[in-house]
Nanobody
Framework: QVQLVESGGGLVQAGGSLRLSCAAS????????MAWFRQAPGKEREFVAA????????YYADFVKGRFTISRDNAKNTVYLQMNSLKPEDTAVYYC?????????????????????WGQGTQVTVSS
């Protein structure tokens, strides 16, 4: 059974930074693409960033380009999201997810249906 556990969320002032982690257990972590999504109150869950199995390709939503960086450490079965220059509109619950096997394109990784396992989420709150 695959489990994904996020950590690293918290309260930060605008302009600050946080680093989220997602630890995976079960399955073969290094064979799968991984992604981060987020969901703000009253809004749909939206794509933030994705990374392929080898870290050779990354994908980002336009609203985080230049501020967030996704990375992974296959030896530690962990994917990370470094978030810099945080804004109040970044406030949300952040979820990591495991991509099903298949081609990765920006259009594909944005689609929530392309993921088969999700973590429980970690709250990020950015104060103004």
């Amino acid at each position: 059974q695959v489990q994904l556990v996020e950590s690293g969320g918290g309260l930060v002032q605008a302009g600050g930074s946080l680093r989220l982690s997602c630890a995976a257990s079960g399955g073969t972590f290094s064979s799968y693409g991984m992604a981060w999504f987020r969901q703000a109150p009253g809004k749909e869950r939206e794509f933030v960033a994705a990374i392929n199995w080898s870290s050779s390709r990354t994908y980002y939503a336009d609203f985080v380009k230049g501020r967030f960086t996704i990375s992974r450490d296959n030896a530690k079965n962990t994917v990370y999201l470094q978030m810099n220059s945080l804004k109040p509109e970044d406030t949300a619950v952040y979820y990591c997810a495991r991509k099903t096997h298949g081609v990765l394109t920006l259009e594909v990784v944005r689609n929530r249906q392309q993921y088969d396992y999700w973590g429980q989420g970690t709250q990020v709150t950015v104060s103004s």
